[in-house]
């Protein structure tokens, strides 16, 4: 069952930024061009294009897929990003973590494998 207040706003000239907001579940993949901010609970796999934060409160169970990855909620599954993952102080993360930078704040719980590159000092 899917209940949907997802409201979408233009937040620059080239890309728009929608919203699972708080109270609303969604079953099922999730797919999409620009960038997505879930403030509610996801059961399913999530892959856009953009940007995806994963804000306080907010549940996911499944992959996500996506430019950048910010989560401060929590997430059973594995991360999958182009660009950066950072997650925030509080966040519960179960999977393992993909992406060209990885950030754990303090305060964080983390359960798997991080997969990056890295650059050591010689």
């Known amino acids: 069952m899917a209940r949907s207040t997802a409201a979408a706003t233009n937040v620059n000239g080239d890309g728009t930024e929608s919203v699972l907001g708080r109270g609303t579940r969604v079953r099922g993949r999730i797919r999409g061009d620009g960038d997505l901010r879930i403030e509610g609970a996801v059961e399913g796999d999530v892959a856009i294009s953009g ?4 804000e306080e409160g907010a549940t996911i169970k499944g992959d996500v897929q996506a430019s950048t990855v910010t989560i401060g909620g929590e997430l059973a599954g594995d991360v999958t990003a182009r660009g950066a993952v950072l ?7 179960a999977g393992n973590l993909g992406g060209s930078e990885i950030s754990l ?3 964080a719980s983390f359960e798997g494998r991080i997969d990056a590159e890295l650059d050591l000092p010689v």
Request: no cysteine; proline share 0%; net charge negative.
């Open 51 to 54: 940007d995806l934060a994963i």
């Open 105 to 107: 704040e303090e305060g």
């Open 87 to 93: 997650v925030r102080a509080g966040a519960k993360v």
